[in-house]
């Protein structure tokens, strides 16, 4: 099925352990995203990359890192791992940034469950 | 300080009624709104979306009002159905960044 497929699915960290979050998209967009959602939060941006060789930082990109490895995928680094990082991280992908966008939303991956212990 | 409120954590109702889900902003130069979808464990799914130059926008059962004089968005899903039991964000444009709302959760009842 066509779509954005994250990895892992769930994974638990000590604190100061490192990992990175993967990303794939199989639709042809330029545009991708990381967000994360915490209890009774909505979600929230922590980078995006409008295409293919940029990125640009969310509302809350401290503690994280990225790479747009090509056009398909997107990934998410912790480097050095905190309880606070505690969350459900989602990968989600556009036609492009802006109007576009936001006529056809994004699709977004399953999620990552995360627990930093 | 929230830019987007939906102040009811959870709605329940009837099979074949309407529900309503509504969603306040604070922030006047949002351009764009936008209602999500979410079932457990799985990501969100774009609903519909309305932009601000209009005040309603239909597709099939959702209809989304937008009313701007008082940072109002709502959603009326009619008939509600039971595959409509789900989390239900609303989301605004802000500088091609989406500002979500903390979620509803709606439960259609049989």
């Known amino acids: 099925n066509a779509g954005v497929t994250q990895t892992p699915k769930f994974q638990v960290l000590k604190t100061g352990q490192s990992m990175t979050l993967q990303c794939a998209q199989d639709?042809?967009?330029?545009?991708m995203y990381w967000y994360r959602q915490d209890p009774g939060m909505g979600l929230r941006l922590i980078y995006y990359?409008?295409?293919?060789?940029?990125?640009d930082k969310g509302e809350v990109p401290n503690g994280y890192n990225v790479s747009r490895l090509n056009k398909r995928e997107f990934s998410l680094r912790l480097e050095s791992a905190a309880p606070s990082q505690t969350s459900v991280y989602f990968c989600?992908?556009?036609?492009?940034?802006?109007?576009?966008?936001?006529?056809?939303?994004?699709?977004f991956g399953s999620g990552t469950r995360l627990t930093v212990v | 300080d929230q830019q987007v409120k939906q102040n009811s954590p959870s709605l329940s109702v009837q099979e074949g009624r309407i529900s309503i889900l509504n969603c306040d902003y604070t922030?006047?130069?949002?351009?764009?709104f936008l209602w999500y979808k979410k079932y457990p464990a799985e990501g969100p799914t774009f609903l519909i979306s309305?932009?601000?130059i209009k005040d309603k926008n239909e597709d099939g059962r959702f209809t989304v009002f937008l009313n701007k004089s008082a940072k109002h968005l709502s959603l009326h899903i009619v008939p509600s159905q039971p595959g409509d039991s789900a989390v239900y964000f609303c989301?605004?444009?802000?500088?091609?960044?989406?500002?979500w709302g903390a979620g509803t959760k709606l439960i259609i009842k049989p």
């Open positions: 989600a992908s556009s036609e492009g940034i802006g109007q576009g966008a936001l006529n056809y939303g994004y699709t």
């Open positions: 639709m042809n967009h330029n545009s």
């Open positions: 990359s409008a295409s293919e060789g940029t990125t």
């Open positions: 922030n006047s130069m949002f351009d764009y």
């Open positions: 309305i932009s601000s």
């Open positions: 989301c605004m444009d802000s500088n091609y960044q989406l500002i």
